[in-house]
């Protein structure tokens, strides 16, 4: 046993390997052949559970290419995650596209939506783009209202039971598996995306505009391009999961979903694709703490306690996350890891 | 036209309200450099205290507008001490989640102490109705009003005559150069979240005695913004202003426009389509300082 004592690259594809360690690549695999044969032995409702984590996984991987990597905070990602969902839906729905025609265009939508609304981040930074997301949450959540005849409004819509050729995925098995290839596919993209010259120029402008400007990247373009991106993950997102669902409704769009979606990226650790996942797991699994111990806290407190504690769970947990481990999940997993490498000794020789 | 000053008069309403919301937000941005997303839940928090003081402990409306101050100043000091302080220095994102997370915690405790209920108390607060002509002038307005005024003369005042308002004003130019010269900008942050704590608290009670204090008094907190951004960040004209301006359009275009839309809901969503318009062409407002950026 034991963890290897540092990371020895000898040449820089090394340094630049998806996977460092043959243990590294082991992990990933037993964690994937985990999520293949779960469905097997994990109950209904741990199965919508983790069907919902992937599809937030997805949505995250788009935040965190655009908020972790590219610096372009935004809290418009439910709303854009809507524009994908309401695409699909209307596709499937009202002009009968199979489910896997409509998910393209669902993805394309968003991340034109995306683009629309990215505008405004040329001229303006920092807290200025965050009120413009919200803006565009509401906006866009305000047009799909408006647009009744086509959208149902706030009634809603019915969405036929999505076919993959003959194969149906309306049963909850199938539909996880379609919602973990998309998973999976969402992190390889993801990672790979940061490694590629447009990935760099990401940092490059997320560390200092500016600077990056006089580089010669153009700022025009990358930053549209990452909010073109990060738009697109929350279009599959949202099209997975209003045919989960198999209903289109504003509500499953809600601003919070929006906030906490960044808090997730919080959680988990900004600029990286294994904090977007831890990110999502760990508020998930708050989630789901919170509803066996709300009932608990409404007997033993008041009746409410239950309601109020929903409410600012979340909260609670970024405010000791921000003051305690501002770098997230990843960040503290890096650190213990980093720990045990040399135990006993208590010193380490600098990466 | 009885129609359009009508629209008008309802529009002032709203807008000094935003105005007085508006406010509170831009002192901890002057002073602190921090955009408070929670500032709506002052008020929230503001209306239900105002019902508590008044209702079960029956105080007379002067001492429930004391306690409620004194309760709002602990908030504040609280609020900046256990969760601002830490995160001085901080990039925006943050901050700007910090306060979205107190937003979320203070409605999670209205909704424990007061269990989200809504809590009538008309008639205890003074009311005031005016009529000229055919439109009503609703007591909210004017109140709003008085109030607004009372507000910003009061922190003019702090602002350009005493110790603390300079202080405040210098902390707000340049950091580095205030703690150089042995102000402490701590209690500079702290005072600056004890103002708007009361601000925000004191809007609540008045709110709340014309409409009842429920859960969706924090809602006003997130139009306000587009006060602040209108009217210009760093200026206290400016949201005052901007809040009239924004009030009367928003009132005008709902009224106007609402019965050719299908759905409806224009002047929820008024706000949103200036703060991107605004943003796109003139990101810092009427009335604001132009950021400029050097590397």
Not at chain 2, 67 to 79: F, K, S
Not at chain 2, 166 to 179: F, H, I, K, Y
């Amino acid at each position: 046993m034991g963890l290897r004592t540092g990371a020895f690259h000898e040449n820089y594809a090394e340094e630049m390997a998806t996977f460092k360690s043959r243990r590294q690549l082991g992990t990933v695999a037993v964690l994937l052949l985990f999520l293949f044969v779960c469905p097997l032995f994990l109950s209904d409702r741990m199965l919508t559970i983790l069907t919902t984590v992937g599809i937030a996984v997805i949505s995250v991987h788009g935040l965190n290419i655009l908020t972790g990597y590219c610096g372009q905070i935004s809290i418009g990602h439910s709303g854009f995650m809507a524009v994908g969902g309401y695409t699909s839906a209307v596709l499937c729905a009202k002009l009968g596209w199979p489910f896997l025609a409509a998910l393209p265009c669902a993805a394309l939508a968003a991340g034109v939506a995306g683009l629309l609304f990215g505008l405004p981040s040329l001229k303006i930074k920092g807290f200025y783009l965050i009120m413009a997301t919200i803006a565009a949450q509401f906006i866009i959540i305000w047009i799909i209202i408006q647009l009744r005849s086509i959208t149902g409004g706030t009634d809603g819509l019915l969405v036929p039971k999505p076919t993959l050729g003959p194969i149906a995925l309306s049963t909850k098995t199938n539909y996880y598996y379609l919602v973990m290839v998309f998973a999976v596919l969402a992190t390889i993209t993801a990672h790979n995306i940061v490694r590629t010259r447009a990935g760099r120029a990401f940092i490059a402008i997320r560390d200092n505009d500016l600077a990056a400007e006089v580089m010669g990247i153009s700022l025009w373009s990358y930053k549209l391009l990452a909010f073109f991106i990060g738009c697109i993950y929350a279009g599959v997102a949202g099209s997975l999961l209003i045919h989960y669902v198999r209903f289109a409704s504003i509500e499953q769009f809600p601003f919070m979903d929006s906030v906490w979606y960044l808090g997730m990226l919080i959680v988990g650790g900004m600029g990286s694709t294994a904090g977007a996942i831890f990110g999502v797991v760990a508020l998930k699994l708050l989630d789901e703490l919170v509803t066996v111990a709300g009932p608990i806290m409404a007997a033993a407190v008041a009746p409410q306690a239950a309601a109020s504690l929903a409410i600012m769970s979340h909260g609670l947990v970024i405010i000791i996350f921000l003051i305690f481990e501002p770098r997230g999940l990843h960040h503290r997993w890096e650190m213990i890891k980093a720990y045990f490498r040399l135990w006993p000794f208590s010193h380490e020789v600098s990466e | 036209m009885t129609f359009f000053l009508q629209l008008i008069v309802t529009g002032l309403a709203q807008g000094m309200v935003y105005a007085l919301i508006a406010i509170g937000f831009v002192i901890i941005l002057k002073c602190s450099d921090v955009f408070n997303i929670a500032q709506g839940h002052f008020v929230l928090i503001g209306g239900y205290l105002g019902w508590t003081f008044l209702v079960p402990f029956g105080l007379p409306i002067w001492g429930a507008l004391l306690a409620a101050i004194a309760v709002a100043i602990v908030m504040g000091l609280l609020i900046e001490r256990l969760m601002l302080r830490p995160l001085v220095g901080q990039p925006v994102l943050a901050v700007v989640m910090m306060t979205i997370a107190l937003s979320t915690v203070l409605g999670g405790l209205a909704t424990l102490l007061w269990g989200a209920e809504y809590k009538a108390y008309h008639g205890l607060l003074p009311t005031i109705t005016m009529k000229v002509g055919a439109i009503s002038i609703p007591s909210e307005s004017l109140i709003g009003l008085i109030v607004s005024v009372i507000c910003v003369a009061i922190l003019m005042f702090i602002f350009r005559y005493t110790k603390i308002g300079l202080a405040m004003r210098a902390t707000a130019e340049d950091l580095q150069v205030v703690q150089s010269v042995g102000i402490k900008a701590t209690t500079v942050y702290a005072v600056s979240w004890v103002i708007a704590c009361v601000v925000g608290v004191i809007g609540g009670i008045l709110l709340g005695g014309v409409s009842g204090a429920n859960m969706d008094l924090s809602n006003i907190g997130l139009k306000a913004f587009a006060v602040v951004l209108l009217g210009g960040v760093n200026s206290i004209g400016g949201a005052i202003v901007a809040g009239i301006i924004l009030g009367m359009l928003e009132n005008v275009a709902a009224g106007y426009l609402d019965p050719l839309l299908p759905g409806g809901g224009l002047a929820q969503v008024f706000p949103f389509f200036v703060m991107i318009i605004v943003l796109v062409f003139r990101p810092h407002g009427l009335f604001g300082l132009a950021h400029i950026e050097r590397i």
